[in-house]
T-cell receptor, first 111, second 116 residues
Framework: SQQGEEDPQALSIQEGENATMNCSYKTSINNLQWYRQNSGRGLVHLIL?????REKHSGRLRVTLDTSKKSSSLLITASRAADTASYFCATPRSNDYKLSFGAGTTVTVRA | GAGVSQSPSNKVTEKGKDVELRCDPISGHTALYWYRQSLGQGLEFLIY????????KSGLPSDRFSAERTGGSVSTLTIQRTQQEDSAVYLC??????????????FGNGTRLTVT
């Protein structure tokens, strides 16, 4: 069954604006990962945040994790056309090696 | 360095035919996963290999699906008697370890399977 659910399903923004997407999950986790998928390509790992972390940064990416609400957010600042892609959150169930992916958020950055 | 390689990139087959999809993981990665992605959907777990352990086949949708991993490296996913609902992108991923799911996955570009 699907563990993570992203919201919104789709997002369209102007270049230079920020994009925020959210992920909710159902069971306890030891980490949460975000991936990006460009059209026709495989997924690329962006960032991993552990359950004892609340916020993590990587370049223009900022990820937050609220384990009490079982939710995470991904913020892309100063978006570029190259950020156009689908973004997925992925969570392993506790003591499980399988990553469960949501249906993703499709982000379109308009020039 | 070389990433995860999948072949073919596209496959069109007639309903009822068998197909084989190949995955070459990153050298040294002991964990290998197959996922299926239908149009506009998330990833559906199919099967997992870890070292010499018995594979976890719990995600395979039917007995028409099988997979093997030879020598702890290359993996082949076989779909027998293909059906139209098998049409999807099949993604392979590898990671150096699978402890608690804490290792990021490295994905190939997938095989787009179309069953006509």
């Amino acid at each position: 069954s699907q563990q993570g659910e992203e919201d919104p399903q789709a997002l369209s923004i102007q270049e230079g604006e920020n994009a925020t997407m959210n992920c909710s999950y159902k069971t306890s986790i030891n980490n949460l990962q975000w991936y990006r998928q460009n059209s026709g390509r495989g997924l690329v790992h962006l960032i991993l945040i552990r359950s004892n972390e609340r916020e993590k940064h990587s370049g223009r990416l900022r990820v937050t994790l609220d384990t009490s609400k079982k939710s995470s957010s991904l913020l892309i600042t100063a978006s570029r056309a190259a950020d156009t892609a689908s973004y997925f959150c992925a969570t392993p169930r506790s003591n499980d090696y399988k990553l469960s992916f949501g249906a993703g958020t499709t982000v379109t950055v308009r020039a | 360095g070389a990433g995860v390689s999948q072949s073919p990139s596209n496959k069109v087959t007639e309903k009822g035919k068998d197909v084989e999809l190949r995955c070459d993981p990153i050298s040294g990665h002991t964990a290998l996963y197959w996922y299926r992605q239908s149009l506009g959907q998330g990833l559906e777990f199919l099967i997992y290999f870890q070292g010499n352990s018995a594979p976890d086949k719990s995600g395979l949708p039917s007995d028409r699906f099988s997979a093997e991993r030879t020598g702890g490296s290359v993996s082949t996913l076989t779909i027998q008697r293909t059906q139209q609902e098998d049409s999807a992108v099949y993604l392979c991923a590898s990671s150096p370890t699978a402890t608690g799911g804490s290792s990021p996955l490295h994905f190939g570009n997938g095989t787009r399977l179309t069953v006509t």
